[in-house]
């Protein structure tokens, strides 16, 4: 059974950066595509990046693009969202998901519980 457990939220400041970990066990990442969403509250969630096992090709939407860098580790099994240059509109909770397959259009297959940014002065 695929298990996801974020961590490494906090409160930052605005122009701050944050590292996000995302562990996951009964999941091989050379099989699935690896992403982090996000849901602030009263919004519907946003995937803002995902990453491919064929290739490590990344994919992230514009609100994030050049500010987030998604990697990983297949030794360790886990998967990291580094966050720069935060702004207020970027606290959410942070959430990771593996894909249905090797591709970032697939579905979720399974999501974590959730870590908390907050970005605030």
């Known amino acids: 059974q695929a298990r996801l457990v974020e961590s490494g939220g906090d409160l930052v400041q605005p122009g701050g950066s944050l590292r996000l970990s995302c562990v996951a066990s009964?999941?091989?990442?050379?099989?699935?595509?690896m992403a982090w969403f996000r849901q602030a509250p009263g919004k519907q969630p946003e995937e803002v990046a995902c990453?491919?096992?064929?290739?490590?090709?990344?994919d992230y939407p514009d609100s994030v693009k050049g500010r987030f860098t998604i990697s990983r580790d297949r030794i360790k099994n886990t998967v990291f969202l580094q966050l720069y240059s935060l702004k207020p509109d970027d606290t959410a909770v942070y959430y990771c998901?593996?894909?249905?397959?090797?591709?970032?259009?697939?579905?979720?297959?399974?999501w974590g519980q959730g870590t908390q940014v907050t970005v605030s002065s």
């Open positions: 009964g999941v091989h990442m050379d099989y699935r595509a």
């Open positions: 998901a593996s894909k249905e397959g090797y591709g970032c259009y697939q579905p979720v297959h399974s």
């Open positions: 990453i491919s096992p064929i290739d490590g090709r990344t």
